[in-house]
């Protein structure tokens, strides 16, 4: 079983930029599907961003639709993180991020594919 700690969190102006980074440990997270994830209180987790292993579809990622062109997902294999670059920042992005492995390494973008989990980074905007 991989573990998966989140940081990078924090407080940013809107339009600002944060990265999220996801340390691995316990497996290489190379040959896992990535995913990042957020969710607000009272709220369904929803969808970020994702990465399939690299054995996998060359890389392939993928976003929402609402963090398209904002968000970066990649992966250090060196340093078994993955990151989220998240860059033009907006106050509805302010939630809990998660991020998440499994180690069927296909792309994919459903919780339910994800077996494992962090326990989250809280990322505030301001106007």
């Known amino acids: 079983q991989v573990q998966l700690v989140e940081s990078g969190g924090g407080l940013v102006q809107a339009g600002g930029s944060l990265r999220l980074s996801c340390a691995a440990s316990g497996r290489t997270i190379s040959t896992y599907a990535m995913g990042w994830f957020r969710q607000t209180p009272g709220n369904e987790r929803e969808f970020v961003a994702a990465?399939?292993?690299?054995?996998?579809?060359?890389?392939?990622?993928g976003y929402a639709s609402s963090v398209k062109g904002r968000f970066t997902i990649s992966r250090s294999s060196d340093k078994n993180t993955v990151y989220l670059q998240m860059n033009s920042l907006k106050p509805e992005d302010t939630v809990i991020y998660y991020c998440?492995?499994?180690?069927?390494?296909?792309?994919?973008?459903?919780?339910?594919?994800?077996?494992?989990w962090g326990q989250g980074t809280q990322v505030t905007v301001s106007s």
């Open positions: 998440a492995a499994d180690p069927r390494g296909y792309y994919r973008t459903r919780i339910a594919d994800f077996g494992s």
């Open positions: 990465l399939a292993a690299i054995s996998w579809s060359a890389d392939r990622t």
